[in-house]
């Protein structure tokens, strides 16, 4: 479904952009919102995906994934928007295309990336002036991470789960998301497209501590 050049093969792991289209919204209420992540709960026992975070603004989505198999990420994403934008248009009384042409999808090739992306998905709702604190808000893997709680369909990306064990790499999610709350840029989408595929180049966060990126 993307106009740049998406790779297939398994275990790749995306971060993965869906507009809606016009002025529509793609969760006009916090209802299409629950819905939304039943409808993730279900394409993810149907195909061979891991969802590490995710973002459910009012206009679009982001998701960072992983494919098990060979196009996984591709019919999951398929069949996760058209289910949820059949589903709004019957609730809405409305007809027409909601997604904005092609999602827009960024291979995640090292640990530093995988990392930045998870703090650029969880933060979306700072970044965007709704909330204050990431932790304020409902409809992103932030607090799933950070607590365990609610997590049933969010699988922690390899790269957090070598921060340390279960209480560690949490505790130590939450204290480089502190940093970057500080020191992160609050305005939408710095680098979102390219020449910078990673929307966080740069900024380098030193509570990582030393070995845990090479």
């Not at 409305?94 to 703090?119: I, N, P």
Request: proline share 5%.
């Amino acid at each position: 479904m993307s106009r740049e050049h998406r790779p297939l093969e398994a275990h790749l792991t995306l971060h993965i952009t869906a507009h809606a289209t016009g002025m529509r919204l793609c969760f006009p209420s916090e209802w299409e919102r629950e819905t939304f992540k039943g409808h993730i709960q279900t394409m993810l026992k149907t195909y061979p995906v891991e969802l590490h975070a995710y973002a459910l603004m009012d206009n679009h989505v982001h998701v960072l994934v992983t494919g098990r198999e060979y196009e996984a990420i591709a019919h999951f994403m398929k069949h996760l928007l058209a289910t949820h934008a059949k589903s709004l248009n019957r609730t809405q009384s409305h007809q027409g295309q909601l997604w904005r042409d092609r999602y827009h999808s960024v291979l995640v090739e090292t640990d530093t990336h995988a990392l930045h992306s998870c703090l650029y998905i969880d933060a979306n709702p700072w970044r965007a002036f709704v909330v204050e604190h990431p932790s304020e808000s409902s409809w992103t893997s932030h607090n799933e991470l950070i607590t365990g709680a609610h997590a049933s369909f969010v699988t922690p990306h390899p790269v957090l789960l070598d921060l340390g064990s279960e209480q560690k790499w949490r505790l130590r999610y939450q204290e480089i998301m502190a940093e970057y709350l500080k020191r992160g840029s609050r305005s939408c989408c710095p680098g979102r497209f390219k020449p910078c595929a990673d929307p966080l180049t740069g900024l380098k966060l030193s509570c990582w501590g030393a070995g845990v990126l090479a």
